[in-house]
Every structure is written in structure tokens, then in C-alpha cells.
């Protein structure tokens, strides 16, 4: 079960090492400029593997659940699906439904756990295999595997390098939950932190903030939902940039050490790159090249 990128190795280690008797994914929907209906990269890839894809509207519906049972699988494998599961199909199989989860539970349970991890600026995260229960990202966890997050990392950086450790460690792990020898281990709820679905109007950078935590949500935020604000009455995607030392009025662009820098409620923060609305990402120097009045900027 499972439907974006983050999915994708997991199911392609599955296809190597069992006999996945079905894939279950979101309905195809809608995307991109042009808005054309697109299948799931999960679903891609199970129809390349000729393997029966399910895509129920809700999950929870009867009729859903008993497509479900038909299949008579022994384990539900679950990454990033998209639906919450009720106790209905979680007791469907006889090994359980198991999880891949991007962050050290309890630490980022729910939707956004890899932006959550860079934007807090954590030095490290990593995949938790759990077993699901009815709550979010709640239930016991087989196994842990943690690692370093970079100084520059992104939400996609991260993506990727937790996607293929989510593979790895559930290969590793899954043979020992099928036997009964991994006993899961009760996660401490006193230590849980939540990191919620992200709408996209969470991008818009508020300059009161210090530099530091705008610097975070960036590289966290890249791409999704992206990151931006509003200059002359125009949106303007701050895509990258670091912090300098200086200040400035909030919001106030400000020449520092020969660049461009934004006063914020701590410190500057120097956009490396910028798109305005229309036009393509640039540099900030070919940026300024077509934008010489950035320079005294009031950014909203």
C-alpha cells in the first residue's frame, strides 16, 4: 500500500524477494500545468510488474475492504499510501499491516515527518518499521535505523535517502516478522512529536522569524510545498539562500558584503536562488541583472 516516490523501492525490493498478490495506491488524479489524470509512481510500477493494482476512493468502504480480503494476503506492507486505515483491514492479514516510517518514532509521527526533521533542524533521523495500530503512527516498532542529516539537506535530499534505507531495512526486517521471532517494542508516547500534513500556503516565509529557522524551512520545504513570498504585488519562490550576519528592517533587502540580504526578526538571510512569478529560476546574480530595484526591496 502505498502511493509516491518514497514507495516506489520498497515495493521494487518486494517484487525481488516475495509474491506481492496486489498493490493498493489513490485513485489517479489530476496533476501538473495541464492537469492530465496521472497514474501513482506505485501504481507504474506494479503495472510494469504485472501485478493486480486496487484503487479504492476510501478505504474504509465495505466493498474496499473485501477486495481486500479476496486477496488472502499475510502482511499488508504500508508506505506513504495516503489513507488512514481502519481496524477493519488492519486485521485482515495474519502477520498484520506494517509500516515503513520516515522518522525515529515517537519522534514526527503523521503526514510530514522528513520536512519536519530539517525544518526542526534535528542532527539526524531516520526509518522506523512499526506495526500499525489504529492510532497515528502510534503503534509498536520491530526496528530502528537512524541517519546523520546534512547541513544542507533538503525535504528531497532526505526523501530519497530514507526511501532506499525504508527498502533496505524492511527486507532486513520483514523475514523475522513473518516468523514470529521480532517481538515490536511500545513506543514512549511522552516523548511524541507531531508533524502534521503540509498545505501549500505554509510556504510563504514569514521574515519575522530568524534567519536560521527561514534558512530551515527551505532547504525542508524543497520542493514541496516550496517556499516564498510576495514582492510589488508578485510571488516571488525563494529557492535557496543562506545565512549572513547583519540586519535589517523585517522584510527589508539590504546590500551585505556585496549581495542581497533580508532583514528578519534575527540575522540576514541571502536568497542564492529566486523565480518570480512567470519567469524562470535564476541566480541571484542574473536575477538582479533584470531586477536592479531588488536591491531596496520591501518583501511581503
Known sequence: MGTPDFAVPPLQQLLRHYNVVGVVTQPDRPAGRNRAVQQSPVKQVALAAGVPVLQPEKIRKPEAIEELRQRNADVFIVAAFGQILPQAVLDLPSSGAINIHASLLPRWRGAAPIQAAVRAGDAETGITIMKMDAGLDTGPMYRQRAIPIAADETGQSLH?????????????????????????????GDLATLAPRIAKEAGRIDWSKPAVEIERTVRAFTPWPGTFTYWNGKLLKILSGKIIAGSAGIGAVAMSDHRPAVGTGEGLFAPDRLQIEGRSAMSIDDFLRGHPDFTDAQLQ
Open 160 to 188: 530519497d535517502k530514507l526511501s532506499q534505507l525504508g527498502a533496505d531495512l524492511l527486507i532486513e526486517t520483514l523475514p523475522e516478522i513473518l516468523n514470529g521471532s521480532l517481538v515490536p517494542q511500545p513506543q514512549d
